[in-house]
């Protein structure tokens, strides 16, 4: 198979600074030689390449949008070719610096004390520590403001009850930031493993996401001190807050999942012959292709345009909303038209779309759901709520 060189019919690269193409430059090759060789056999097993970190860390891709406390300080455009990048190689690779970045780096540095900025923002820049971000639980997905986590002022402590479900990397993780109720109102909380009533088991059996940690986070009379909430947050725009910039970074890393798909099905497509011929040469095939294309070359320009109005400070929740709904979908139609080109080939594990398909059924899901996002621009539109 020929090399990944990027899908570039706008030429959009013409709008991205050069310091962006330098970083995007950088992820790519990494990818390529320390995510795509490795991947698949991780998928089997079930095991999250945690080895990668460090080298993520290293590269300075963790929190990579923050300014500060270790933090590369580049802009938004960039922290979204980040993501393009790790997930074309697996959206677990991408889920994990999403995780840390944007959900637990971010909330420290925008909700935190200047001592928890200044002991854990380094840290978990260079991946010497693992962050994860508690927000729903098994009876509130869609609807986090139900959440029954509780959490009770007793005297120079905060004591936790309650459990967490789906979270990414909970089982791995150092540092967790958990959103609870105290006199109920919503507050961020960060619990340390080996807090006493602090467990952490991994879930199994997922079919998707399958080179990422996925975990239960279970607090029985957790004892945490007090000067570990988040002090200058209230209430759900706490979390929310968070959710807006992993959202983004996942409108750009479903272009690097159909990107990965859509070279699939182009180099398979031009070496596979039936009839005599190519598959390549059928008008049905090249209109798959033309229409991956077409689909990869408005997501390029909408998370591109989103990620200036970043830059600029105007960006609003819903404009994300449609990015992250749109890319996600998209990127998920290319894998399944990807899987019909390969054939029966594009079921096995030698190829990568059967993976990108199954992972991008979570990123459809997680960081709120495609139809969620659909009720957010509903109501954009409408100006009436209709999730209630
Ligand atoms: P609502 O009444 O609309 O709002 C409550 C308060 O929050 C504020 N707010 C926001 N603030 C900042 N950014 C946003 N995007 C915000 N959206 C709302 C709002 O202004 C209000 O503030 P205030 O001061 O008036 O109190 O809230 P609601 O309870 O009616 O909920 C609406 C709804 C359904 C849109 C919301 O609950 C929602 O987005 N649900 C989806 C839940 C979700 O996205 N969960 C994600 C969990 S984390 C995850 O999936 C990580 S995956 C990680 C990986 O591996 O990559
Ligand atoms: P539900 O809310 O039960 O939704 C089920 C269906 O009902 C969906 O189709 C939904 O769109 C629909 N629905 C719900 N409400 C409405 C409505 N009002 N109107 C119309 N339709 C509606 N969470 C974290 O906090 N941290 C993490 O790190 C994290 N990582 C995750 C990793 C993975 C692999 C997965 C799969 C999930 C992760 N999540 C995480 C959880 C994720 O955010 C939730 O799964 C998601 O918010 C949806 O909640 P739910 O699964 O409970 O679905």
């Given at each position: 198979?020929?090399?990944f060189?990027?899908?570039d019919?706008?030429?959009v690269?013409?709008l991205?600074?050069?310091?962006e193409?330098?970083?995007?430059?950088?992820?790519r090759a990494?990818?390529?030689d320390?995510?795509?060789p490795?991947?698949?056999?991780?998928?089997?097993?079930?095991?999250f390449?945690?080895?990668?970190?460090a080298?993520m860390?290293?590269?300075?891709?963790?929190?990579v949008?923050?300014?500060?406390?270790g933090?590369a300080?580049?802009?938004n455009?960039?922290y979204g070719?980040?993501?393009?990048e790790l997930?074309?190689?697996?959206?677990?690779?991408r889920s994990?610096c999403?995780?840390?970045?944007?959900?637990?780096?971010f909330p420290?540095w925008?909700?935190?004390?200047?001592?928890?900025?200044?002991?854990?923002?380094?840290?978990?820049?260079?991946?010497e520590?693992?962050g994860?971000?508690?927000?729903?639980?098994p009876?509130?997905?869609s609807?986090p403001?139900g959440?029954?986590?509780k959490?009770i002022?007793?005297?120079?402590?905060?004591?936790?009850?309650?459990?967490?479900?789906?979270?990414?990397?909970?089982?791995?993780?150092?540092?967790?930031v958990?959103?609870?109720?105290?006199?109920?109102?919503?507050r961020g909380f960060?619990?340390?493993?080996?807090?006493?009533g602090?467990t952490?088991?991994e879930?199994?059996?997922?079919?998707?996401l399958?080179a990422s940690?996925?975990?239960?986070?279970?607090?029985?009379d957790?004892?945490?001190?007090?000067?570990?909430?988040?002090?200058?947050?209230?209430?759900?725009?706490?979390?929310f807050s968070?959710?807006?910039?992993?959202r983004?970074g996942?409108?750009?890393?479903?272009?690097?999942?159909?990107m990965a798909?859509?070279?699939s099905?182009?180099?398979?497509?031009?070496?596979?012959?039936q009839?005599?011929?190519?598959?390549?040469?059928?008008?049905?095939?090249?209109?798959?292709?033309a229409?991956?294309v077409?689909?990869?070359?408005?997501?390029?320009?909408?998370a591109l345009?989103?990620?200036?109005?970043k830059?600029?400070?105007?960006?609003?929740?819903?404009?994300?909303?449609?990015?992250?709904?749109?890319n996600?979908d998209m990127?998920?139609?290319?894998?399944?038209?990807?899987?019909?080109?390969?054939?029966?080939?594009?079921i096995?594990d030698?190829?990568?779309?059967?993976?990108?398909?199954?992972?991008?059924?979570?990123?459809?899901?997680y960081?709120g759901?495609h139809?969620?996002?659909?009720l957010i621009?509903?109501?954009?539109?409408t100006?009436?709520?209709?999730?209630?």
């Open positions: 198979m020929r090399k060189d990027g899908v019919l706008y030429n690269d013409s991205f600074s050069d310091e193409k330098a970083v995007r430059e950088l992820v990494w990818t390529e320390n995510v795509i490795i991947i698949e056999e991780h998928c089997r097993k079930a095991t390449p945690r080895h990668l970190v080298q860390g290293e590269m300075g891709v963790l929190g949008n923050l300014h500060g406390y933090c300080g580049m802009s455009v960039a070719l980040i993501c393009q997930e074309r190689g697996d959206s677990g690779i994990f999403s995780v840390q970045g944007s959900l637990v780096m420290i925008k909700h935190g004390s200047e001592e928890q900025k200044q002991k854990y923002l380094p840290k978990l820049a260079t991946g520590f693992i994860c971000f508690g927000l729903t639980e009876d509130f997905g609807n403001g959440m029954i986590t959490a002022d007793d005297g120079d402590s905060y004591v936790i009850n309650g459990a967490k479900m789906w979270i990414t990397n909970g089982t791995v993780a150092d540092v967790a958990v959103w609870a109720k105290l006199d109920g109102v919503i960060i619990v340390e493993k080996g807090d006493p602090f952490a088991p879930m199994h059996g997922k079919h998707s399958r940690v996925t975990s239960e986070l279970v607090f029985q957790c004892r945490i001190p007090k000067d570990r909430i988040l002090p200058h947050v209230h209430g759900l725009k706490g979390p968070c959710l807006n910039n992993a983004y996942i409108s750009w890393g479903a272009i690097g999942s159909a798909c859509f070279h099905a182009r180099e398979y497509s031009l070496s596979r012959i009839f005599g011929k190519p598959i390549a040469s059928f008008q049905l095939v090249q209109n798959k292709l229409w991956m077409r689909e990869i070359t408005k997501a390029q320009l909408l345009q989103l990620g200036r109005l830059d600029a400070g105007t960006v609003i929740p819903e404009q994300i909303s449609l990015a992250k709904m749109n996600v990127a998920l139609q290319i894998a399944r038209e990807a899987r019909d080109i390969h054939g029966a080939n594009g096995l030698e190829y990568p779309v059967m993976r990108h398909m199954a992972n991008l059924e979570s990123v459809k899901t960081e759901t139809d969620i996002h659909n621009v509903g109501k954009w539109i100006g009436i709520a209709a999730f209630e």
